[in-house]
């Protein structure tokens, strides 16, 4: 079925090429997708590619982004395994070596861009995510996403929300808001109402309380995660959602908070005042679960939530 999505074949045959390793994952992974993936995959590479000659940036640097991206992880998972910590440790050192450096955030963007289509786990979780804010698109005129990274997310709220309705984007590295920012304008020639704010999401008060707010992988990336879930909380309507997405024994760059159990993350949920209405549990190896708690093998997870 790849030999028939020509764009998307294009860049996994330019990764695959480039990394034995990713092409055995990658060739097992794509053998077990439908028709409804290939289509999603082949949609976001004609439009990424597009982007990308729009900024003139060639194909090969998000290729190599994306390389970049797997071999960090792989590194702050041997300093996992040796050290039984994760490389760093707040939230100063995270804003330094990544959000606020231009170069790192922007090859760690565009990697995490390709992962979305390349990594399984990466995949559930945005289909996922697609799945669920179609079923509220009729009751959703205020969205809020905390931490938009590459867009992709950002741009399927878009897509599926009121053309009405007000959106908001909160994060902390002036690099993520500006390539949301240049891939939005890019796909969407009509005015929406989008604000955007270069902001620490603990200094962010909005004037209103969301009907859909979206939390994808930030959780881990500050010290004390039940306060984000409180804050949140607090700028969430009395029959608001929640998209919430996380991880467990995942080492990265700039993760900080390290949750080692799906348990500790539903527990923290239901302790600041959550409900959980849907969930994904996601090992990233296909493994025994017995096994893959025991060797600290990384487990995504998400879900949506509700007061």
């Known amino acids: 079925m790849l030999a028939k999505h020509k764009n998307f074949k294009t860049i996994v045959k330019k990764v695959t090429s480039q990394s034995s390793t990713q092409k055995k994952k990658i060739d097992t992974f794509l053998k077990k997708q439908n028709k409804e993936f290939f289509n999603l995959a082949e949609d976001f590479s ?3 590619k597009k982007y990308l000659k729009s900024e003139k940036i060639p194909i090969q640097y998000a290729i190599n982004s994306y390389l970049k991206l797997c071999f960090d992880m792989f590194e702050s998972q041997k300093y996992f395994m040796k050290y039984k910590k994760y490389p760093i440790s707040n939230e100063k050192e995270a804003f330094k070596n990544v959000y606020d450096n231009t ?3 922007k090859s ?5 861009a390709l992962s979305q289509f390349l990594w399984p786990t990466h995949y559930a979780m945005f289909s996922f995510f697609i799945r669920k804010i179609k079923q509220f698109k009729a009751h959703t005129n205020s969205y809020l996403e905390i931490g938009s990274g590459h867009g992709l997310f950002f741009l399927k709220a878009l897509e599926n929300f009121n053309k009405e309705a007000k959106f908001d984007i909160v994060d902390i590295s002036p690099t993520s808001i500006k390539i949301t920012k240049s891939i939005i ?3 969407f020639k009509d005015k929406r109402n989008i604000n955007y704010y270069v902001k620490n999401v603990f200094n962010y008060k909005p004037k209103l309380k969301y009907d859909f707010i979206s939390l994808g992988e930030v ?4 010290n004390k995660p039940n306060k ?8 969430l309507n009395n029959n608001g959602k929640i998209y919430l997405s996380t991880c467990v024994d995942c080492p990265s760059i700039d993760h900080i908070f390290h949750f080692k159990s799906i348990t500790q993350i539903e527990k923290m949920i239901k302790k600041t005042g959550f409900k959980i209405l849907a969930r994904n549990i996601l090992p990233v190896e296909d493994k025994p679960m017995r ?16 007061k």
């Open 228 to 235: 984000l879930l409180l804050k949140v909380k607090n700028i």
């Open 103 to 105: 170069k790192e955030m």
């Open 46 to 48: 004609i439009k990424f």
């Open 108 to 112: 760690y963007m565009f990697g995490l």
């Open 185 to 187: 304008n890019y796909t």
């Open 219 to 222: 959780l881990e990336h500050v």
């Open 291 to 306: 096994e893959i708690i025991k060797n600290k093998i990384t487990i995504n997870y998400c879900a949506l939530l509700r």
